[in-house]
């Protein structure tokens, strides 16, 4: 297992920015592609964005596509979330994880970190 910690959730007003860090204690976590998954209450978690091992290849779910950006810093064990122009429907628990492969067909690999919470106010 590799834990993991997310952290930069917030409170913001629509339109607002947040940007969202995870990071990893073991440095294999480098050599995994990684994903940005998001659970609102009463909701299916879903993975909203993917990164792949080297930080080339990135996607996104259409929701979030233009307003989100991944990118990974793998001398840091670090993946992050930046969020642009947040709208209400972005409030959920965000996760990160590592992934089996690097398109949104992905599936999450490993325990759960503790998350953390985005919440936008219209």
């Known amino acids: 297992q590799v834990p993991l910690v997310e952290s930069g959730g917030g409170l913001v007003q629509a339109g607002g920015s947040l940007s969202l860090s995870c990071l990893a204690s073991?440095?294999?976590?480098?050599?995994?592609?990684l994903g940005w998954f998001r659970q609102a209450p009463g909701k299916e978690r879903e993975l909203v964005a993917i990164?792949?091992?080297?930080?080339?290849?990135?996607s996104y779910t259409d929701s979030v596509r233009g307003r989100f950006t991944i990118s990974r810093d793998n001398a840091k064990n670090a993946v992050y979330l930046q969020m642009n122009s947040l709208n209400p429907d972005d409030t959920a628990v965000y996760y990160c994880?590592?992934?089996?492969?690097?398109?949104?067909?992905?599936?999450?690999?490993?325990?759960w970190g503790q998350g953390t919470q985005v919440t936008v106010s219209s």
């Open positions: 994880n590592r992934v089996t492969k690097a398109d949104l067909t992905a599936t999450p690999i490993g325990a």
């Open positions: 990164i792949d091992w080297s930080g080339r290849l990135t």
């Open positions: 073991h440095r294999t976590f480098r050599d995994f592609d």
